[in-house]
């Protein structure tokens, strides 16, 4: 038995599966997007097949092996390192001809590799044929099928990559470019050995390279890959090898050799593939309707008010059903603690403290669940692709790019993932400037506070009162970006160039996967962030200078509030536990909510008679609709929770920035409040 | 072929650029002699839905270049307008896959009709 543990790298086209595969073997629930570029740090997993031990690693997606991008280099590096023994090239079946591209490029690495062809069902799905006799011919290596959403071939593929370790490969059966026509020394000798085979012109220039290189650098790895790269005026190889090819390259050979790459893949396709256009017909179908220069916009809207009638009624019909448990419990355990003779303090900091927090807050699972669901639903489609191009001409006239619309989008789910999801666009310009504008889009954890506030004072109006928060969020975001866009001098424009999956039905399991996960972030979240806020909330309110305190007028909390009311007045927010709640939820927007329980001392605050005592306590204070509404546009824009925060200073990397950003988005929150409140109080 | 009004004809033509050395796809506008007097170069976001269009130059910024280049889009790859929009931005199938692409790159793509 083999003791030392065999390293596989996987890599593969942004989109292809390649995580998904990845997860089906380690076990790990990570998200699969349509969307290139997900994968950017190194993913390692470990597992065992009869008695074998294997290390995965997930390397980033990527189009090619030159040394453009970071992706790029770091793939490549590690792919040329001892580390890895065999080269897992993920390929989406379905798009094999953009996918073949890579793996010429591997095979020319020189390393063991074993082409995984991902999405095999989507295939059979299409109506296509891939022929799996001739392709390893064509290429020389091993091709497995598989799919990782349906999990079939897994086994069969890493035994391919047991059997697959050493570096010479099988004698390819290649009678491609026209061997014939060849008057190349070499001819015969290239086509055994290489997949590849370029002009006649191209490698003599190649083994030109190659004698040189082999005089100057006799241990030297893979001659003809690193002459390749040099024919191709890589830089990095030519920093490393620093010798003087300049008689040799005499024009730009790199479009040549990519030219021929695919030449040599249309080739492969035309021989390996049948009844390819068949199903692409039904997604140009689609297209056609969805991508319409007129009604893709229309459509798109219709979509987005679809989901959220899904996550306000159908969730809040649910909700009902969290609530009565929640009441139901919170009864249960005061009666449980007064039989058992617990102390007031305790039972207030149980009841009032974390029941009435942390319960609080897993009321609004059902709404948070149901968003999510529809958003894997049209990411999983390939639909969410598409809505960059349909919105490219609105986000372009207000100086962003089409894709800044995904985290955008995103940012209605959740700040955190939405400001990760900015890494999607190209320059750093458009990453700052959709990050500074995402944390406007109204995040889901915002909605407790809409739907806890515009139900207690809107009535009928309610969903429309809750409604115009996320409209007024998306339209002070395009008009910070349209202020961005006049104050930028550069003036390129954006240049949209994303990928468009064909639509497919959304498969159950990546929705499961995928919608877990946000749930599982908002309970976690609700379990820690949430837990501890709501204690040191109960600790600020029953806590003052006399110690434990049953009222609130003497606690910490009410000190801190009512420093900062005048701040607070000219916008209608001039009351001390409203500050105060405003203060917590930085910690999470939805503790604004629980916050609100535990400072007006309501426990069952989502319920209609907590409602209507909530309400009745705040009509006393002069809290009125309007106050409520400049309460719910503060939520809206002021600083987003703590774990936003971190992640925006991950993503640009500046806490400088980051404070500035805060800033900004407290003076916004502050004015626009202000608009609101003292404009109505005119009118109303 | 369209005629103006003063026997002016619109036709198509192929013209070397002996400068940057590639081949553009051209109106050319003749007169009833045949000498050219006018040409205009014929750009992606020209391209109707449903046709297939030869790349013959593009004038990009490198980056946007290089991540054309890898996803098989080079000069003398042919491409279909899948869907378009009024202003230029584009859906084009290149080498099977779908692409959707900003207005910035179609108005800079040289292309000739197959």
Redesign the interface.
């Known amino acids: 038995m083999n003791t030392k543990e065999l390293t596989i790298g996987f890599v593969g086209n942004p989109n292809c599966g390649k995580t998904t595969l990845f997860n089906a073997y380690t076990g790990a629930n990570l998200k699969v997007a349509n969307w290139p570029g997900v994968t950017v740090e190194k993913k390692e997993g470990a597992m065992r097949l009869h008695n074998e031990a294997y290390r995965l690693v997930d390397l980033p997606g990527t189009y090619s092996l030159t040394s453009y991008t970071m992706e790029e280099t770091v793939t490549r590096q590690y792919i040329l390192s001892d580390d890895v023994d065999v080269i897992v090239d993920v390929a989406d079946a379905s798009a094999l001809e953009r996918n073949l591209y890579l793996t010429l490029q591997l095979i020319e690495l020189g390393k063991p590799v074993v082409l995984a062809l991902n999405m095999m069902d989507i295939v059979q799905e299409r109506g296509m044929e891939i022929d799996l006799h001739r392709l390893p011919e064509m290429l020389g290596i091993p091709c497995v099928p598989v799919s990782a959403r349906r999990k079939t071939g897994l086994e069969i593929l890493i035994h391919t990559v047991a059997h697959h370790q050493d570096k010479a490969q099988g004698e390819k059966i290649i009678h491609h470019h026209d061997t014939e026509n060849s008057s190349h020394k070499d001819a015969q000798e290239h086509h055994k050995h290489y997949a590849m085979v370029y002009t006649d012109e191209i490698e003599d220039k190649i083994d030109e390279i190659s004698e040189r290189l082999k005089q100057e650098y006799s241990g030297m790895d893979n001659v003809r890959w690193h002459a390749i790269k040099i024919l191709e005026n890589d830089q990095e190889l030519k920093k490393q090898y620093p010798l003087d090819f300049s008689d040799l390259l005499d024009r730009d050979y790199e479009k040549e050799i990519i030219d021929q790459k695919f030449g040599f893949i249309e080739e492969i396709i035309a021989e390996c593939v049948a009844n390819r256009e068949k199903k692409a017909e039904s997604t140009d179908h689609t297209d056609r309707i969805l991508t319409h220069p007129i009604l893709g916009l229309p459509v798109f809207l219709l979509i987005m008010a679809g989901v959220f009638f899904l996550t306000f009624t159908v969730g809040d019909w649910l909700k009902g059903y969290f609530e009565v448990a929640l009441e139901w419990m919170t009864e249960a355990v005061i009666a449980g603690l007064l039989a058992a003779g617990t102390s007031d303090m305790l039972i207030s900091l149980i009841t009032d403290g974390i029941i009435a927090g942390v319960g609080g807050i897993l009321t609004f699972l059902p709404n948070i669940f149901i968003l999510f669901l529809a958003l894997a639903f049209l990411e999983d489609s390939g639909y969410m692709a598409r809505v960059a191009y349909v919105m490219d001409g609105i986000m372009g006239r207000i100086g962003l790019s089409g894709r800044a619309f995904l985290p955008m989008l995103l940012g209605f789910g959740c700040t955190v993932p939405a400001v990760m999801a900015s890494r999607v666009l190209e320059n750093r310009r458009d990453r700052m400037k959709t990050i500074l504008i995402t944390p406007f889009m109204s995040c889901s954890a915002r909605l407790p506070i809409y739907v806890l506030f515009s139900e207690l004072f809107f009535g009928d109006m309610a969903m429309v009162a809750a409604f115009s928060m996320y409209v007024l969020g998306l339209v002070t975001a395009i008009a910070a970006a349209y202020v961005l866009k006049l104050t930028d001098k550069s003036g390129d424009g954006n240049m949209l160039l994303i990928e468009l999956p064909e639509y497919k039905t959304p498969n159950a399991h990546t929705i499961r996967v995928y919608v877990w996960e946000k749930v599982k972030d908002y309970l976690s979240k609700a379990g820690t962030t949430i837990f501890v806020a709501s204690l040191v909330m109960w600790l600020v309110m029953n806590l003052g200078v006399h110690g434990f305190t049953t009222d609130m007028e003497q606690s910490f909390g009410a000190m801190i509030g009512k420093v900062l009311v005048p701040v607070f007045a000219p916008v209608g927010l001039g009351y001390w536990q409203i500050i105060l709640a405003l203060i917590s939820g930085i910690a999470a927007k939805e503790v604004v909510v629980s916050s609100c329980s535990v400072l007006f001392g309501i426990g069952n605050v989502t319920t209609e008679a907590g409602m209507g005592n909530l309400s009745a306590l705040l009509e006393s204070m002069g809290f009125g609709a309007l106050n409520a509404y400049a309460l719910m546009v503060f939520c809206l824009l002021y600083v987003p929770c703590m774990a936003a925060v971190a992640t925006i200073r991950r993503e640009t990397g500046s806490w400088k920035w980051t404070a500035a950003m805060a800033v900004f988005q407290l003076l916004t929150a502050w004015t626009m409040s202000f608009l609101v409140f003292q404009l109505g109080s005119a009118v109303f | 072929m369209e005629y103006g009004c003063f026997g002016v004809a619109k036709t198509a033509g192929i013209l070397y650029n002996a400068t940057d050395n590639y081949y553009q796809l051209h109106y050319i506008y003749v007169d009833k002699n045949s000498s050219m007097i006018r040409r205009e170069t014929m750009k992606l976001y020209e391209g109707q839905k449903g046709s297939t269009l030869k790349v013959v130059h593009m004038e990009?910024?490198l980056?946007?270049e290089?991540?054309?280049?890898?996803?098989?889009m080079?000069?003398?790859?042919k491409i279909t307008v899948?869907?378009?929009?009024?202003?230029g931005?584009m859906?084009v199938k290149i080498?099977?896959?779908?692409?959707?692409?900003?207005?910035?790159?179609t108005e800079r793509v040289e292309v000739e009709e197959v």
């Open positions: 990009l910024p980056q946007t290089r991540r054309l280049e890898v996803l098989g080079l000069e003398g790859t899948v869907n378009r929009k009024k202003r931005a859906i080498r099977g896959t779908r692409f959707a692409m900003g207005q910035s790159i």
